[in-house]
């Protein structure tokens, strides 16, 4: 079984912050935030404008993107924590 988006959202899987700071030092699980970048695993075809048109979408299959903390709504599917989020909720693609 597949996902696919619909419209104007993507389907995005967090990438793995570090295990230790700059220095050195390991951080624990507690004290880790969820990480705000992510790898595109799926986009949708873009969102559809009332005259039956698609605006293309910028940010495509593939692509590392950032993107607020709180934003999409976390997913779990074959045992992989995914986000699905709308395209408004990128902040950058990461180049």
Request: glycine content about 10%; aromatic content about 4%; overall charge negative.
């Amino acid at each position: 079984m597949k996902l696919r988006p619909l419209n104007d959202r993507l389907i995005v899987k967090r990438l793995q912050e570090e295990e230790r700071s700059a220095g050195g030092i390991i951080i624990p699980d507690s004290a880790k935030e969820k990480p705000i970048q992510g790898k595109v695993v799926a986009a949708g075809k873009g969102k559809m404008k009332e005259d039956g048109s698609r605006v293309e979408m910028d940010v495509k299959e593939g692509d590392t993107v950032l993107f607020g903390k709180y934003a999409g709504n976390d997913v779990k599917f074959n045992d992989e924590e995914l986000l699905i989020m709308r395209e408004d909720d990128i902040l950058a693609i990461v180049e």
